[in-house]
């Protein structure tokens, strides 16, 4: 017989789990705090307290996450964490799972959960013939209002009023922070109905100014969920390295705000001034390595030049050509930089090593043959496993380009590489689209240049196969 899980909610965890009244609840908080963990345990907790209706209490909820790959990885673990011994999750379609308990007053909780994923509008489709008793979005910031609006007609359907009906129906969120131009701002915070509830988390970190402005940050007295965690407040801590300040704002500290840039990619990360990401630096032919990364498109076929100074990366030259391949850009590194002993390291695309298991003379290989010919025999090539995702490359370049220290460690010559320079203040995204970028002259430089950021300062964390060959 079972009454609770052995759950232990946090301050806020408390207020959202006594508040029954409020039809639409959203618990608001950084990230690791706990939100998902109360979420679960408040659907467990409403469907243990449903009406007995002839021995048994009934709900059905629908669990909703953006992504399926996200609900089988995140949601539905969480899911199983917590409940996992009261049942089996299939996976049909929809994915669903039946919680079974029996409880001490000789009732049976019945609780069947249906994990639906809405990655785009089509998907919304999938909710328009369910009935049920509650629903639960999780990371509500990345759904639709429009998958929002449709589960307030579905709930209040099950069970039937025949059948004894619920006690209660409604719907609970967790998310992260978000801007002013989001659905949910709108809803929480300027036109916030009655029935509905916000509950926000305490910041993880605080941040600190000295008298030069350099920031730190250190733990937040009121922080929540700092004892489940594996490293403590170094989870946090460790986590912000590398990070752009926007990130550290909105998802650690559970600030207002957005960690993307609008319409545009880096434009809040890029400072184009001598005192922001600007660089007077220009190639160095007795520097020990030349760094050129490359986004392989035919027209423009795009690269940046890059040296790196006491570990800030300099685009110090770009190559830009119009109906090239490797051959025409290999033939224009030749002529650039005629003479280098150095080392030319090279980045890029997956997709350049393709031929290579045939045998066949593809992107890398045809490069550093013309390289070797002409003098240059210290020549590596250092590209992904596989392509990892686009956001994460562009993560990677905004905290190069701006961290959470507001350190600037990724600069631009915009005399030598007006393009680059262009591409990182005007790169944009496609309309209703989070990171698929519109595609011009300068946003295939831009390209190349988070190729070389995710590939030497991010893949080996994410333990990505990184294949390093020499052909020289």
Known sequence: MVEAVNYKPSKTGLKFHRD?????????????????????????????????????RKSRWAIIRKTEPELKTTTIKTWEDWFGIFGKTKYTSPISFLLEVPMTDGTLVQCEILFISQPDKASIEKLKSLELTGAYINEASELSKESFDLLTTRITR????????????????????????????????????????????????????????NISYSFHPDAENIENLNDGIDYYLNMIEGKSKSFV??????????????????ASHYLPSWEGNWTDKIFDPNHPKLI????????????????NHHGIDHVVDEII?????????????????????????LYGDRYGLQGKKHGLDYYYKTIVKILNENGFHRVRVKVPGRNPPIKDCQDSLKARLCDSYEQRKFKVNPDTCPTTDLGLRKTAKKAGSAYIEIENRTQHVTTACRYYTHEEYESNKDGEIVIDNNFG
């Not at 609970?172 to 509830?197: C, Q």
Request: glycine share 8%; net charge neutral; with cysteine.
């Open 292 to 307: 050129i990364t490359s986004d392989q498109n035919y027209s423009p076929m795009s690269s940046a030049v890059i040296q």
């Open 249 to 266: 704002e909105v998802i650690v500290m559970n600030q207002i705000g957005a960690c993307e840039d609008g319409d545009y990619v880096y």
């Open 20 to 56: 029954k009244k409020s039809k639409v609840r959203l618990i608001k908080g950084p990230v690791g705090s706990g939100k998902s963990v109360a979420c679960v345990n408040e659907v467990f907790d409403i469907a243990r307290k449903q009406r007995a209706v002839k021995g048994y």
């Open 321 to 345: 050509l119009d109906n090239a391949g490797a051959a025409e850009v290999a033939n224009e590194i030749v002529a650039r930089y005629k003479g280098y002993r150095g080392e030319i390291i």
């Open 158 to 213: 099950y069970p039937a009023k025949r059948d004894g009906g619920a006690n209660w129906f409604g719907i609970i969120m967790d998310s992260n922070s978000f801007d002013e131009t989001h659905w949910l701002y709108k809803l929480f915070y300027t036109d916030k109905p009655a029935s509905y509830a916000l509950f926000d988390q305490p910041p993880a970190l605080q941040a600190h100014y000295d008298q030069d402005k």
